[in-house]
């Protein structure tokens, strides 16, 4: 995975939330399955677009993940609780920007490291956009 150019704290301090794993996100080598990583991810970017954004954007736009770049450094169990951390740490590229998303355990040991890549979709059209200047700047002031 390309390391994030910036981390939660330096230039944006983002978007956090706790996340507790449940007995079903835990797989048989006991510990949370990394499809659930991968759900955590997307439930913090929804969860930051729905804080920040503005509801006629909400109401306009939708995102999609088109790529998912993880580092899986440790892990929890059920009943285990992880803050998840989201930050955009660069300016949006046509209509894909990178989302960054780092779980850190309860020692402070990051759990997982990851970089999404995100497109912005117009509802009525179905159709990529060019991300507009004044949403992304609402996440990259962050």
Known sequence: MSNPSSSPGEEHSGFALSITARPEDIDE????NNAVWVRWIQEMATAHWQAIAPQDAIDRYIWVVTRHEIDY???????????GHTWISEPPRGARFWRNVRFTGPDGAIKVDARTNWAIIERASGRPVRVPADLADLFLKD
């Open 73 to 83: 450094r440790g892990n929890i169990g059920a009943g285990d609780t992880v803050t």
């Open 29 to 32: 080598l006991g510990h949370v």
